[in-house]
């Protein structure tokens, strides 16, 4: 990240992956899919905020993608070094991860989706 990016953008994806977590690990807790409201509402809201801050544009200076989403969450709860090691072992990864896997993957399927929606709004919207 360059170190022009200003602190409050900084801030703010920091929150923005707090929040993102936040909502992943209570869900995880009360076994409650993400893709249903209150969660999944809550992680449009945020999704909504990544994009009016410009975390979505491809030449971002801050990048929450959803490529770069997960890959920031998978290394915050270890995820990447527990599918490495789960592959050196020849062995399957853990419950405990492989549930956080899943998560992360509808956060990211969810992310993609709402990306490819709200890029191609105006081609579906003109003239209306």
């Known amino acids: 990240m360059s170190k022009n990016v200003d602190q409050t ?3 703010l994806q920091d929150e ?5 977590d936040r909502l992943i690990t209570e869900a995880e807790e009360k076994t409650r899919p993400l893709e249903i409201d209150p969660a999944r509402g809550k992680l449009f809201e945020l999704f909504v905020t990544a994009h009016g801050a ?3 544009n491809e030449d971002a200076e801050i ?4 490529d770069t989403l997960c890959k920031k969450l998978a290394a915050l709860w270890g995820l990447d ?12 990864i853990d419950e405990k991860n492989l549930s956080k896997m899943r998560l992360l993957w509808s956060v990211m399927r969810m992310w993609m989706e709402w990306t490819y929606a709200w ?7 003109a003239g209306t």
């Open 54 to 56: 410009g975390f979505l």
């Open 119 to 125: 890029d191609r709004w105006e081609e579906f919207h």
């Open 81 to 92: 070094q527990a599918a490495q090691a789960s592959v050196a072992r020849q062995e399957k």
């Open 9 to 11: 953008a900084r801030s």
């Open 16 to 20: 923005i992956l707090f929040q993102i």
């Open 63 to 66: 990048d929450l993608t959803a």
